[in-house]
T-cell receptor
Framework: EAGVAQSPRYKIIEKRQSVAFWCNPI?????LYWYQQILGQGPKLLIQ????????DSQLPKDRFSAERLKGVDSTLKIQPAKLEDSAVYLC????????????????FGEGSRLTVL | QQQVKQSPQSLIVQKGGISIINCAYE??????FPWYQQFPGKGPALLIA?????SEKKEGRFTISFNKSAKQFSLHIMDSQPGDSATYFC?????????FGTGTRLQVFP
């Protein structure tokens, strides 16, 4: 079974430029997450989708970050304009939500997209 | 209240030794406590998980101990191996939302 695919793996941009990251979750996984992992820290949830609807975006800096999940499959995360503090690894994860809301809590992560803002 | 506190930040263990990583939480609504393992350049991967209705879960060399009254849980790695060298994250979940600890970098030396 194919895992979560992310691209690009690495991106270097100047501050105030824009960048977009793409994620393709595991087939059949209804829930998709974007996490931000700053060096030396644990992953921090940015946004969570259930199919193509947003479940939680409370920690997404909406003045500069946006995300969409069209057709409930692939997702893109965009940053515009980027700041120095956005340098991090952006992890996409997906999970299988079982009927009735029961959930193992197991998230399957991609390898991440490492962003460096100069 | 949504935080998960993890310690130590780093841990050095000799091959064959026991590695112990501790986590604490405040939110009693958390109902699922997984541990994730992350190798450099890779995403985190689920290692082992426990629910609060049991006090211990063992899978091979990995054991989670859970203390519901103290709101603490820990990961024990028995017979630690150099291949276990990675960063370990505890996490806590209510339903679908997963909150991660700050991570412990484990180094196992031969």
């Amino acid at each position: 079974e194919a895992g979560v695919a992310q691209s690009p793996r690495y991106k270097i941009i100047e501050k105030r430029q824009s960048v977009a990251f793409w994620c393709n979750p595991i087939s059949g996984h209804a829930t998709l997450y974007w996490y931000q992992q700053i060096l030396g820290q644990g992953p921090k949830l940015l946004i969570q989708f259930q199919n193509n609807g947003v479940v939680d975006d409370s920690q997404l800096p909406k003045d500069r970050f946006s995300a969409e999940r069209l057709k409930g499959v692939d997702s893109t995360l965009k940053i515009q304009p980027a700041k120095l503090e956005d340098s991090a690894v952006y992890l996409c994860a997906s999970s299988l939500n079982l009927a009735g809301g029961a959930n193992t809590g197991e998230l399957f992560f991609g390898e991440g997209s490492r962003l460096t803002v100069l | 209240q949504q935080q998960v506190k993890q310690s130590p930040q780093s841990l050095i263990v000799q091959k064959g030794g026991i590695s112990i990583i501790n986590c604490a939480y405040e939110n009693t609504a958390f109902d699922y406590f997984p541990w994730y393992q992350q190798f450099p350049g890779k995403g985190p991967a689920l290692l082992i998980a426990i629910r609060p209705d049991v006090s211990e879960k063992k899978e091979g060399r990995f054991t989670i101990s859970f203390n519901k009254s103290a709101k603490q849980f820990s990961l024990h790695i028995m017979d630690s191996q150099p291949g276990d060298s990675a960063t370990y994250f505890c996490a806590a979940s209510t339903g679908d939302k997963l909150i991660f600890g700050t991570g412990t970098r484990l180094q196992v030396f031969p």
